[in-house]
């Protein structure tokens, strides 16, 4: 089923301008002039965060309005696509066609499908920041369609046995911007560039920004 937000509900995220505090904390990972891809990015309060260090940026939505207004076509790469619709995210009838990147981004946003494409869409050494609503949010608050919600342990299964795993929490958030239940991660893609005789990757900081809010 498509994402279909109605437009309470989005203008909910909109009234959004600060950014999770779980990007926040990780935002300081990449190496400078990095190439960043703010996947569903609403109102773009993610894409502000990495703009404002100097990354390169590329947002898109399926409604990009909100961009539009508060974004200058040259700090942010704006792009209105239909992330459902049926064409892959990279394929060559897509605005994205052949793109890769240093980071993606993904908050409050899960289509399942889209999973393959972003993990091959991230370059070697790329992160991946995921957060979103997770089975048990239906008991307080939208979304409580199940194709909306992460199951226990899914963005860890994403990523298994194929990137670094630096971060993953899974639970009730009750004082974030928007309180439920909550899945969140940031992985390296980094496991076939160790230089160690072991193989083992190289750690990341996991305290890269303090921590406010929740
Ligand atoms: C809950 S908002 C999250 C916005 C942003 N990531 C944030 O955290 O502030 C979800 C966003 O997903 C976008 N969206 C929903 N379905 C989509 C689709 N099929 N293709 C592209 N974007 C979509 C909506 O337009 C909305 O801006």
């Not at 203008?11 to 569903?40: C, M, Y």
């Not at 590329?58 to 942010?76: C, M, P, W």
Request: hydrophobic share 40%; charged share 25%; glycine share 8%.
């Amino acid at each position: 089923m498509q994402n279909e937000i109605d437009p309470v509900e989005r203008a909910r995220h909109l009234r959004l301008t600060e950014p999770s505090p779980w990007i926040s904390r990780f935002a300081g990972l990449p190496a400078k002039g990095s190439d960043v891809l703010d996947v569903a990015a609403g109102g773009g309060r993610h894409s502000r965060v990495f703009l404002d260090q100097g990354h390169r940026v590329t947002a898109i939505d399926k409604n990009t309005t909100a961009l539009v207004e508060r974004f200058s076509a040259t700090a942010l790469s704006i792009v209105e696509f239909d992330m459902e619709a049926g064409i892959p995210l990279f394929d060559a009838a897509s605005p994205l066609s052949g793109r890769d990147y240093d980071v993606i981004v993904v908050v409050n946003y899960l289509y399942r499908p889209l999973f393959p494409e972003l993990l091959k869409a991230l370059r070697p050494g790329g992160i991946l920041l995921y957060e979103t609503f997770a089975l048990g949010n239906e008991v307080y608050a939208k979304p409580r369609n199940p194709d909306h919600l992460l199951k226990s342990g899914e963005l860890l299964g994403l990523v298994s046995q194929k990137m670094q795993v630096v971060a993953y929490e899974h639970g009730l958030l009750e004082n974030a911007d928007i309180p439920g239940v909550k899945q969140r991660l940031c992985a390296v893609n980094d496991l076939q560039l160790s230089d160690r005789p072991d193989h083992d990757p190289s750690a990341h900081s996991i305290r890269v920004r303090p921590l406010t809010g929740s």
